[in-house]
């Protein structure tokens, strides 16, 4: 056996998951301070966790963020969290609200404007202070947020995603309560659900994985194939529910200890340029992906890349004979069990892609898929994910 390359860990500051656990919130947050701004989405979901917080005697400054998040969303909820006093945020929602929540609490604690910390339009100007202390309770499983460093914001005038990414940005509490996710339609699980396996995929395959985020990429993409489906053909079984939110856990933290791929490269262009929800992205490109990167890792890859692409393959049909190119088969087949529409059905169209592709290749997440792709393989990717 060969030297185990070095490498580095961090994720939230304590995580509490299981059913019942958002219960839990006055107890695990009065260390925090007495006055709290917690963002919601537009659904008003928010009335448990409140009455949680109320109930254990703090003052609670409600802010929502309508879909996905902005910069200047963001500047409001800085302002409103600045002029209300608040020691700390509290997100409760989905990924895009998480991620708010994220970003006004690093900017709550910092100078200056959010558009100065942000990747790609910004100057990328590093947080000097530590954010006020941020706790994540996700309602959908998908993005994995509650254990990453970094938030997605849109920038409608630019027609891009960007980040906002610091290490001090992770949660300093996530609490995971399986049973807030009951409600949440069946095609947003489908999408969500999608989401995480991507993440665990991507970082299972790209070039800085390691042997921690190898074994949650292992255990995540188990819990996702046998929780998936049942999840989205029953909304109510807690079951499924709890193995889809551990799998999302997982994919976060992997993630942000490893990296993405191809699919998120494509992500941020395509969801700034179209507004689609991220998870629409990934599960409308993933399969077509896979396969294109499936080839050019046998023509140009190594033979430890290849036997990953194999392993997932096995993880996916429960077959240990099964060859890479099921994997690819596999994921098709999933995509079109849960209808997921493709990119022409979500508005992109071929004249499109001249554009995408350029702004996909410079993506940061590019950066870590498992070989480069040209800009050929990328308008594959795309046509093969019409």
Not at 200 to 221: Q, Y
Not at 356 to 369: E, Q
Request: glycine share 14%; charged share 20%; proline share 4%.
């Amino acid at each position: 056996m060969g030297m185990i390359e070095a490498f580095e860990w961090a994720g939230p500051g304590q995580v509490v998951f299981g059913v019942g656990s958002v219960g839990r919130l006055g107890e695990l947050c009065g260390v925090f301070g007495r006055r709290v701004m917690v963002v919601t989405g537009s659904g008003g979901r928010e009335g448990k966790v409140v009455a949680l917080l109320e109930a254990a005697g703090m003052e609670v400054v409600v802010f929502a963020v309508a879909g996905e998040p902005t910069i200047e969303g963001v500047e409001s909820g800085v302002a409103v969290a600045k002029g209300a006093g608040c020691e700390w945020v509290l997100a409760v929602g989905g990924g895009s609200v998480v991620d708010a929540g994220k970003a006004i609490a690093a900017l709550v604690a910092n100078a200056g404007s959010v558009r100065e910390y942000v990747e790609v339009i910004g100057t990328g100007r590093v947080l000097e202070r530590d954010p006020l202390p941020f706790v994540a309770v996700p309602t959908t499983a998908g993005t994995g947020a509650e254990a990453t460093r970094n938030a997605v914001l849109c920038c409608p005038k630019a027609g891009v995603k960007v980040s906002l990414r610091h290490r001090s940005m992770l949660p300093r509490l996530a609490v995971i309560d399986p049973e807030l996710a009951v409600s949440v339609p069946a095609a947003v699980t489908a999408v969500t659900g999608m989401d995480a396996l991507t993440q665990l995929l991507e970082a299972f395959v790209c070039v800085r994985s390691n042997p921690m985020t190898d074994a949650l990429c292992a255990e995540g993409v188990g819990k996702v194939v046998g929780s998936l489906r049942r999840v989205v053909g029953d909304g109510a079984d807690v079951g499924a529910r709890s193995e889809m939110a551990l799998a999302a856990l997982f994919s976060g933290m992997a993630l942000a200890n490893a990296g993405l791929g191809a699919v998120h490269g494509f992500a941020a262009p395509l969801g700034g340029r179209y507004g689609m929800a991220h998870g629409e992205v990934c599960a409308a490109l993933l399969p077509a992906v896979w396969a294109v990167n499936l080839r050019a890792v046998r023509e140009r890859g190594t033979g430890e890349q290849v036997r990953r692409f194999e392993r997932v393959a096995v993880w996916l049909t429960g077959d240990a004979g099964a060859e890479a190119e099921d994997g690819v088969e596999w994921l098709r087949e999933l995509v079109r069990d849960l209808k997921v529409p493709g990119l022409r059905a979500l508005g992109v169209s071929e004249g499109d892609w001249d554009e995408v592709v350029p702004l996909a290749l410079r993506a940061s997440s590019m950066k870590a898929n498992p070989v480069g792709l040209s800009e050929g393989e990328l308008r594959r990717c795309l046509e093969g994910a019409e």
